[in-house]
């Protein structure tokens, strides 16, 4: 009796694993990785998430999760190597944020930090890992030469542009004869966009100057394509774009010229920008617009007109004065979100004259409980890079309010869930005090304690903290992979 229960034990087993190992997803290439939740392009963007390594089993090659049990930094490297020689770690985290389907097979991998694969390391197999005990890692690479950014924008698609010389980097100086349109939209490309045009200096400090004339061609892909020329007559002048993606480049919108939530409004179509005329431009417009933007409907009296042309000629005062006046709206419903639910003329086709063209103040969107936000955000060298002072939005005797977070229970933890909040797969980079950012004083603090595997930072523990102050309070420094928008 006692062998016939063993052997049908046995056999329950057997069956028990042919029916996971026939579930699980196949691989090419034995000792070969790939992470959970991202792209692993490296392109100038962090990627993060959960190691899987190309496993052998039996002859046929499976995808494995890596154990966290003795998963250190040291790993971590060689992982990021594995998928980028030139890649690093930036730091090791917990791979069930990031995915928790069960792969069925788990191993451990383990590593002196300085092999050039995972393969080299000693990989052995883990009957007591599971889904939720798996190694994560956020993978960086060294900028390389010609590597291209834009600072001193409103947004990640315009600003001067920044390359890597191999050591620093710095402003971009360029003939006018040069950087045309070519230049600038294969700038674009290289930075991940469909394509861009010249812009006007946007206003930074700071960076010494790199003087290069790239001459490219249509075709071209990124600046390491473009050939050097060194025969130019122009001036030189700081080299800027305005990059555009197929995706969103028609009607998105901006405020430019203006401070906080207002300024004069420009419209993107076709991957050109333009100014609306201020003729017909009606308050459901201007709200339609806020709302685009993510604001609240305009402020009392928030609706106006400037002028792009001086007795001179176009306005130096203003970077976009020369762009042109090209759409006029008709009408726009109440409860419009976008601008596309306008009854609006083809853009090229306006009838305005004299350069009125439309500005608009809106005011701050009421938050809703649960949100968080990023005091004096900001992307000093990676368009993908938020850090600042924490805010959360919470009620307040009945009012939803914008609180400052307090800074004594805050921890890389509390860190990882506020950036995951802001944005799917985004993750803490580091900890920072917040008044670094903001000193500002705000209608209340809150304290927050993670587990750290939350979705959201309205899943943790909130409470209001009367101790706090505005010199007591938590920033952090999120980060995401590009191609998650």
Same mark, same amino acid.
């Given at each position: *009796?006692?062998?016939?229960?063993?052997?049908?034990?046995?056999?329950?087993?057997?069956?028990?694993?042919?029916?996971?190992?026939?579930?699980?997803?196949?691989?090419?290439?034995? !000792?070969?990785?790939? #992470?959970?939740?991202?792209?692993?392009?490296?392109?100038?963007?962090?990627?993060?998430?959960?190691?899987?390594?190309?496993?052998?089993?039996?002859?046929?090659?499976?995808?494995?999760?890596?154990?966290?049990?003795?998963?250190?930094?040291?790993?971590?490297?060689?992982?990021?190597?594995?998928?980028?020689? $030139?890649?690093?770690?930036?730091?090791?985290?917990?791979?069930?944020?990031?995915?928790?389907?069960?792969? &069925?097979?788990?191993?451990?991998?383990?590593?002196?930090?300085?092999?050039?694969?995972?393969?080299?390391?000693?990989?052995?197999?883990?009957?007591?890992?599971?889904?939720?005990?798996?190694?994560?890692?956020?993978?960086?690479? $060294?900028?390389?030469?010609?590597?291209? #950014?834009?600072?001193?924008?409103?947004?990640?698609?315009?600003?001067?542009?920044?390359?890597? $010389?191999?050591?620093?980097?710095?402003?971009?100086?360029?003939?006018? $004869?040069?950087?045309?349109?070519?230049?600038?939209?294969?700038?674009?490309?290289? *930075?991940?966009?469909?394509?861009?045009?010249?812009?006007?200096?946007?206003?930074?400090?700071?960076?010494?100057?790199?003087?290069?004339?790239?001459?490219?061609?249509? &075709? +071209?892909?990124?600046?390491?394509?473009?050939?050097?020329?060194?025969? =130019?007559?122009?001036?030189?002048?700081?080299?800027?774009?305005?990059?555009?993606?197929?995706?969103?480049?028609?009607?998105?919108?901006?405020?430019?010229? /203006?401070?906080?939530?207002?300024?004069?409004?420009?419209?993107?179509?076709?991957?050109?920008? /333009?100014?609306?005329? =201020?003729?017909?431009?009606?308050?459901?417009?201007?709200?339609?617009?806020?709302?685009?933007?993510?604001?609240?409907?305009?402020?009392?009296?928030?609706?106006?007109?400037?002028?792009?042309?001086?007795?001179?000629?176009?306005?130096?005062?203003?970077?976009?004065?020369?762009?042109?006046?090209?759409?006029?709206?008709?009408?726009?419903?109440?409860?419009?979100?976008?601008?596309?639910?306008?009854?609006?003329?083809?853009?090229?086709?306006?009838?305005?004259?004299? &350069?009125?063209?439309?500005?608009?103040?809106?005011?701050?969107?009421?938050?809703?409980?649960?949100?968080?936000?990023?005091? &004096?955000?900001?992307?000093?060298?990676?368009?993908?890079?938020?850090? /600042?002072?924490?805010?959360?939005?919470?009620?307040?005797?009945?009012?939803?309010?914008?609180?400052?977070?307090?800074?004594?229970?805050?921890? *890389?933890?509390?860190?990882?869930? +506020?950036?995951?909040?802001?944005?799917?797969?985004?993750?803490?980079?580091?900890?920072?005090?917040?008044?670094?950012?903001? #000193?500002?004083?705000?209608? !209340?603090?809150?304290?927050?304690?993670?587990?750290?595997?939350?979705?959201?930072?309205?899943?943790?523990?909130?409470?209001?903290?009367?101790?706090?102050?505005?010199?007591?309070?938590? /920033?952090?420094?999120?980060?995401?992979?590009?191609?998650?928008?």
């Amino acid at each position: *009796m006692c062998k016939m229960i063993l052997s049908l034990c046995t056999v329950l087993l057997l069956f028990q694993l042919v029916a996971q190992v026939s579930s699980q997803t196949r691989c090419l290439t034995e !000792g070969y990785i790939n #992470i959970d939740g991202s792209d692993s392009s490296f392109s100038q963007d962090y990627d993060v998430g959960r190691v899987r390594y190309c496993y052998n089993f039996e002859g046929t090659l499976y995808w494995a999760a890596v154990c966290n049990s003795g998963w250190a930094m040291n790993e971590a490297h060689v992982a990021c190597r594995t998928l980028d020689p $030139d890649a690093f770690a930036v730091t090791t985290l917990p791979g069930e944020l990031y995915s928790t389907s069960n792969l &069925g097979f788990y191993v451990n991998v383990d590593c002196k930090g300085n092999e050039a694969s995972i393969a080299n390391c000693t990989v052995t197999r883990n009957p007591l890992c599971n889904q939720l005990t798996t190694a994560g890692v956020s993978c960086n690479r $060294d900028p390389k030469p010609f590597d291209a #950014i834009t600072v001193g924008g409103s947004s990640d698609t315009e600003g001067n542009v920044m390359i890597y $010389d191999g050591s620093s980097w710095n402003f971009l100086y360029s003939s006018s $004869d040069f950087w045309n349109g070519n230049t600038a939209s294969t700038a674009c490309r290289q *930075m991940g966009y469909t394509g861009g045009a010249p812009s006007i200096g946007f206003s930074t400090a700071g960076f010494g100057p790199y003087v290069a004339n790239f001459q490219c061609s249509s &075709g +071209a892909s990124a600046l390491v394509d473009c050939s050097i020329n060194t025969g =130019s007559t122009g001036s030189i002048f700081l080299a800027s774009v305005e990059c555009y993606t197929s995706g969103d480049a028609d009607f998105s919108v901006k405020l430019v010229d /203006g401070a906080e939530r207002s300024g004069t409004v420009i419209v993107t179509y076709k991957g050109r920008l /333009g100014h609306v005329c =201020s003729i017909g431009f009606s308050e459901e417009a201007a709200n339609t617009v806020c709302r685009q933007l993510g604001h609240g409907d305009i402020e009392a009296g928030g609706i106006g007109s400037a002028s792009i042309v001086t007795s001179t000629g176009l306005d130096a005062r203003s970077r976009y004065s020369s762009k042109p006046v090209w759409i006029d709206f008709n009408s726009c419903d109440s409860e419009a979100q976008a601008i596309t639910e306008c009854s609006y003329e083809r853009p090229g086709t306006t009838t305005c004259t004299g &350069g009125s063209v439309a500005t608009v103040s809106c005011k701050a969107r009421q938050c809703s409980p649960g949100e968080v936000r990023l005091d &004096g955000s900001n992307s000093p060298l990676s368009p993908h890079l938020s850090s /600042g002072r924490v805010r959360y939005c919470h009620s307040v005797n009945g009012t939803n309010s914008w609180l400052a977070v307090c800074n004594s229970r805050w921890a *890389m933890n509390e860190a990882h869930v +506020a950036c995951r909040t802001l944005a799917s797969y985004a993750f803490a980079i580091r900890t920072i005090s917040g008044n670094k950012y903001s #000193i500002s004083d705000t209608s !209340g603090y809150v304290d927050i304690e993670c587990n750290g595997d939350e979705a959201s930072i309205s899943d943790c523990v909130v409470t209001p903290s009367l101790a706090c102050n505005q010199f007591l309070t938590a /920033g952090v420094s999120c980060n995401r992979s590009k191609y998650l928008s």
